[in-house]
């Protein structure tokens, strides 16, 4: 009798850790995609429910200090009808496009040598060590010395910012590589060359470019430093000029340029990533 009531007591506890998990609330599950949608336009919807509150509650100076979504729309045609919006966006885009194709570049050679060589990490890594730390936006007035005030500072501003998180974040990307792949290639009578180019690079690829995508944020987060050494357009100067005369439209208007950059800049690094390496689709 107490063994069947003891498993009487069991059995709802059994019917629950038995039950099948929640679509929306399982961990690692496929999500279908119309809940993907349904999700990602509740999503958006809410951060424009918080933003239309804060503009239109009921307090003194609220809709001066966050503008409505209408008058940050209005704003955001009026500079696209003047032009200047297309003249500081393709400013701002070419300095960060040149200043981080620089800082991947180096980020790429550098980091696949350190993840790939313990002999060039014993010697870079106390360069690298003392460098990461000095805040690049320190260096700002001897980029203005040494470089004077055109686009040199702020493309090396922005390169400078962004180089040592993409060489240790990619020299850990190949350190990954499994080094089964690397003496299976050994065996096969591969050289250091023929590794390098046919095993460690293209098993890296997925992993660069993800570094890349995480990394572009800090470029145009040094944009806004860079735009400041004696810029006359770009979206960060535009914001720094629509902040002495308070308008606080133009500055949310701006502030949205930047993240449908971001948006439009992330997707397009994804499918790149996918495209350089199918398999490595998650």
């Given at each position: ?11 709802p ?12 609330l ?6 279908a ?22 503009a ?95 686009e040199?500072?702020k ?15 990619i ?31 293209p098993?890296s ?41 308070r ?6 208007a ?11 800049s ?7 990533r ?9």
């Amino acid at each position: 009798m107490v063994a069947d009531a003891d498993a009487s007591d069991r059995a709802p506890a059994l019917r629950t850790r038995g039950r099948r998990p929640s679509t929306l609330l399982g961990i690692r599950t496929e999500l279908a995609v119309r809940w993907r949608i349904v999700l990602g336009v509740l999503g958006v919807a809410s951060v424009f429910a918080l933003w239309a509150y804060a503009a239109y509650r009921p307090q003194a100076g609220s809709s001066v200090l966050v503008p409505s979504p209408a008058r940050t729309w209005h704003a955001l045609s009026q500079m696209w009808s003047a032009g200047t919006l297309r003249s500081d966006l393709a400013a701002s885009a070419q300095r960060v496009a040149i200043g981080y194709s620089i800082s991947v570049a180096l980020g790429i050679v550098l980091g696949i040598a350190i993840g790939s060589f313990a002999s060039v990490e014993a010697f870079l890594e106390p360069q690298l060590g003392f460098l990461r730390y000095i805040p690049a936006t320190a260096l700002t007035p001897l980029f203005l010395l040494w470089l004077g005030i055109d686009e040199s500072p702020k493309i090396w501003l922005i390169a400078v910012g962004t180089v040592f998180y993409n060489v240790l974040m990619i020299a850990d990307v190949a350190r990954n590589v499994p080094r089964e792949m690397l003496n299976a290639a050994y065996t096969l009578g591969a050289g250091r060359r023929t590794i390098l180019r046919r095993v460690i690079l293209p098993h890296s690829w997925p992993g660069i470019i993800d570094v890349a995508r995480i990394n572009l944020a800090a470029a145009w987060l040094m944009l806004v430093v860079a735009e400041l050494l004696a810029a006359q357009k770009g979206l960060a100067y535009q914001i720094n000029l629509a902040q002495r005369f308070r308008a606080v439209d133009t500055m949310f208007a701006l502030l949205i340029v930047f993240g449908v950059i971001g948006l439009i800049s992330d997707l397009a690094l994804r499918a790149l990533r996918n495209r350089l390496a199918a398999w490595a689709r998650p």
